[in-house]
């Protein structure tokens, strides 16, 4: 069994679920109609560990790449600025996600409903940037 591939393989699994977390959550917690606070809570621990997740894989790869051939990964142009709004787009996610769990229950259903807003598109931004870098490197 060629191991490389296969910590590669387990690295996607756990990068593509984390893609979903981030993605889907959002999309529940807004449509069709407002998730109730308690509802809104759990998911926010979701899209946090969702965040959290695509973070470690991501870095995983990284990881696995140098590990393997003793360099990073050799991406230029269009996949560095990918790599770059994805790494902006965790951060921003874990944050958003952090603040909503701890003061989340002191914000209006307005100011939650722009916060998943926010979430979704920081979700969606992150996943297409994954195809961009996935292609142009």
């Not at 979903?20 to 946090?48: G, M, S, T």
């Not at 360099?71 to 996949?79: C, L, N, Q, R």
Request: charged letters at 10%; a positive charge.
């Amino acid at each position: 069994m060629d191991l490389q591939n296969l910590a590669y393989a387990l690295t996607q699994v756990a990068h593509n679920f984390g893609a979903a977390a981030v993605v889907a959550a959002p999309l529940f917690a807004r449509w069709p109609l407002r998730a109730d606070a308690a509802v809104r809570h759990r998911l926010a621990w979701l899209v946090l560990a969702g965040w959290v997740v695509q973070g470690m894989s991501g870095a995983g790869f990284g990881a696995i790449s140098y590990a393997y051939y003793g360099a990073f990964p050799d991406i230029h142009g269009i996949a560095v600025a990918a790599l770059l709004l994805k790494m902006a787009c965790a951060a921003g996610g874990v944050v958003l996600a952090a603040l909503m769990l701890r003061w989340g229950a002191r914000w209006s259903d307005d100011a939650h409903h722009c916060a998943w807003g926010g979430l979704l598109l920081l979700g969606a931004t992150a996943l297409t940037a994954a195809a961009f870098l996935r292609w142009f490197s």
